[in-house]
T-cell receptor
């Protein structure tokens, strides 16, 4: 009974392709996120959704499009993949901050390699 | 823009020794988080620090927060090999916005 689950765990694809990563959480959390961890282990937020509504959209190329069909799911679609997109993408969730100050619960990550 | 700096970025220590990891941040915030990441794994929440002077302890790790100095510390007591991991601090950039800014991480290696 994994709390935050992402699929796939590994994704190897060629430049120019379009791919999606899926994320689901069964914690009943209101807020979900996508973070990118680069080769130097630096973590940076990409997007945040609260109850299906986009609330944080960092300076991420338009090729990245998140979609939240319901508050338990947040998917990430990437168009026209580039070499620089290679990274580990982490999905995370939390109870609504400002109320409970709960930490983020992270998925196991998706290691994307673009060749 | 909030900046979060950790030091050291790499730490190699012997079992049984004590050491402290520092996390400085540039703008006012009263919420700070510590996470642990094992190689190739996810991030695990260690501590949530919510107020000035907050101190939390779990096993050989103790975290503290000084919001006036904009500084948090993660103190390791009598290190053991199992503590080898990368430790991240993360600061809430503007209370309630659900946006955490992470430090670059401290890679800790505990040698027997």
């Amino acid at each position: 009974d994994t709390a935050v689950s992402q699929t796939p765990k590994y994704l190897v694809t060629q430049m120019g392709n379009d791919k999606s990563i899926k994320c689901e959480q069964n914690l009943g959390h209101d807020t979900m996120y996508w973070y990118k961890q680069d080769s130097k282990k630096f973590l940076k937020i990409m997007f945040s959704y609260n109850n299906k509504e986009l609330i944080i959209n960092e300076t991420v190329p338009n090729r990245f499009s998140p979609k939240s069909p319901d508050k338990a799911h947040l998917n990430l679609h990437i168009n026209s993949l580039e070499l620089g997109d290679s990274a580990v993408y982490f999905c995370a969730s939390s109870r609504q901050t400002g109320v409970n100050n709960s930490p983020l619960h992270f998925g196991n990550g998706t290691r994307l390699t673009v060749t | 823009e909030l900046k979060v700096e950790q030091n050291p970025l790499f730490l190699s220590m012997q079992e049984g020794k004590n050491y402290t990891i520092y996390c400085n941040y540039s703008t006012t915030s009263d919420r700070l988080y510590w996470y642990r990441q094992d190689p190739g794994k996810s991030l695990e929440s260690l501590f949530v620090l919510l107020s000035n002077g907050a101190v939390k302890q779990e096993g050989r790790l103790m975290a503290s927060l000084d919001t006036k100095a904009r500084l948090s510390t993660l103190h390791i007591t009598a290190a053991v090999h199992d503590l080898s991991a990368t430790y991240f601090c993360a600061v809430d950039s503007s209370g309630g916005s659900e946006k955490l800014v992470f430090g670059k991480g401290t890679k800790l290696t505990v040698n027997p």
